[in-house]
């Protein structure tokens, strides 16, 4: 009596589909449509979902996610700041063209004011500070309420050019922290800089008008600077950039020293807490880091408000 002939393997997947295939993991017979290549052999659907769920996700030098390779944080900034300008244009109507489309108080009344006092911005320019309004907006600053003026501020612009160079620094400073910090670092660089520019411009006088992403910017200039230290490559370059913006930061009156060096100090601060932090618990050493920048702001800003409310 003849052996009976051998059993033909099917996929686990495609039962009508005889295949001689197994996958290299769980030694299921899978069919071409269900292959996938692996380091070796093949392996199947449900072995390759689970090895992704397993894999440790890639992580920068300063333990970001690779993510930040693509700049998703970098372009929605600038596209916030963008998006701010079109709306201030958009709401300023009339205000905006009489008051001149390129002037700063015509820009300064398209986006509802920024920090400083309570203040009245007329249709053809002027700038009122404490004054009641004849016609126009009344901006409430931060003594009187608007402390959130102190974060909205940093998307806010004087005028297209102001606005054009803030972008473009952002761009280049920002594509290659965030690559190497990873989002959710730069992110935090990018905000808890920008807010300490605000509060030191606060600060130093409160009745001032100032805006824009410049404080962050120059928060970025410096965590670029200690990053690249840390990596050990060459610093020249964003030395001499940085030279250039402070000597015009001193010397063109309508720039906010306060602002530019309050976002620098903080934007290297919390620079150095990123790229320092031992490898042991790095993230928990990086998020206390920064939540201790952040807080040590809030209570300058509330002691500040303090004193203001008691007629300091």
Known sequence: MSDPAPTVPVCYRHTSRETWVRCARCERSICPDCMRDAAVGHQCPECVAEGRRTQRS???????????????????????????????LAMSGGALLGAGLFSGAGWLHAFGGVIGPDVTVRPNGDVLAGALPAYGEVLVGIDGGGVYRLVTAMFIHYGLLHLLFNMWALWVLGRNLEAVLGP??????????????????????????????????????????????????????VVGILVINLVLTFTVSSLSIA???????????????????????RTVVQAVGCGAVLLFLILLTVARIALAQAGG
């Open 184 to 237: 959710a670092r730069f992110l935090a660089l990018y905000l808890i800089a920008g807010l300490g520019g605000n509060v030191a411009a606060y600060l130093v006088d409160p009745n001032a008008l100032s805006a824009g992403a410049s404080t962050a910017v120059f928060g970025l200039f410096a965590a670029f600077f200690i990053v690249l230290r840390r990596l050990k490559r060459d610093t020249s370059a």
């Open 259 to 281: 602002g530019h060096l309050g976002g620098l100090v903080a934007g290297a601060l919390i620079g150095v807490i990123l790229a320092y932090a031992p490898r042991t618990n």
């Open 58 to 88: 890639a992580r920068t030098a300063f333990g970001g996610s690779a993510a930040g390779q693509a700049g998703y944080v970098t372009k929605v900034l600038i596209g916030l700041n963008a998006l701010v300008a079109v709306v201030g």
